[in-house]
T-cell receptor, first 112, second 112 residues
Framework: SQQGEEDPQALSIQEGENATMNCSYK?????LQWYRQNSGRGLVHLILIRSNEREKHSGRLRVTLDTSKKSSSLLITASRAADTASYFC????????????FGQGTTLQVKP | SQTIHQWPATLVQPVGSPLSLECTVEGTSNPNLYWYRQAAGRGLQLLFYSVGIGQISSEVPQNLSASRPQDRQFILSSKKLLLSDSGFYLC???????????FGSGTRLTVV
């Protein structure tokens, strides 16, 4: 079953703008991860944030986590056309084997 | 280095025919292995996961089964395909006790 919802479902921006995607989840988590999927390809792991962390950075990516609201956001700064892809959040529940439960994803289009 | 191989890339099968998709991981031992299915434009649904040889957990009742005959081999099977089995099938792995999955390139299955 799906863990939660991502918002928006689709996002279209111009190159150089920032892109923000949001993710909500339902159960308590050990960590939350963001993945990227280019059309018709496998997923690539972008960043992981643990339940005791509030913010994490990796290059042009910034992830926040609010466990009280059961939500996370992914910010991509200074977007490029190559950032065009679908982005998924996924959670690892506390106490399980580490299996990931994915959201529905946000499709990002960056126009050159 | 660690790599994951998944094949075939695309497959068109008639309704009622059998299915066998194979996934192998190289460069690691005792990985956790996962099969996901992705419907068009949707998120990923966890189908099966395995923490060791012969140990398979099923997440969703369905027309599919999985097996792990060797440490780094994970097979998804069906005896008789249904139209609803069409989708994009992804294999993934992560090291025991660590987070962050590595995905294969996926198999696009169309049942006709």
């Amino acid at each position: 079953s799906q863990q939660g919802e991502e918002d928006p479902q689709a996002l279209s921006i111009q190159e150089g703008e920032n892109a923000t995607m949001n993710c909500s989840y339902k159960t308590s988590i050990n960590n939350l991860q963001w993945y990227r999927q280019n059309s018709g390809r496998g997923l690539v792991h972008l960043i992981l944030i643990r339940s005791n962390e509030r913010e994490k950075h990796s290059g042009r990516l910034r992830v926040t986590l609010d466990t009280s609201k059961k939500s996370s956001s992914l910010l991509i700064t200074a977007s490029r056309a190559a950032d065009t892809a679908s982005y998924f959040c996924a959670t690892v529940g506390s106490g399980n084997t580490g299996k990931l439960i994915f959201g529905q994803g946000t499709t990002l289009q960056v126009k050159p | 280095s660690q790599t994951i191989h998944q094949w075939p890339a695309t497959l068109v099968q008639p309704v009622g025919s059998p299915l066998s998709l194979e996934c192998t991981v190289e460069g690691t031992s005792n990985p956790n292995l996962y099969w996901y299915r992705q419907a068009a434009g949707r998120g990923l649904q966890l189908l099966f996961y395995s923490v060791g040889i012969g140990q398979i957990s099923s997440e969703v009742p369905q027309n599919l089964s999985a097996s792990r005959p060797q440490d780094r081999q994970f097979i998804l099977s069906s005896k008789k395909l249904l139209l609803s089995d069409s989708g994009f099938y992804l294999c993934a792995w992560n090291p025991q006790g660590k987070y962050g999955y590595t995905f294969g390139s996926g198999t696009r299955l169309t049942v006709v």
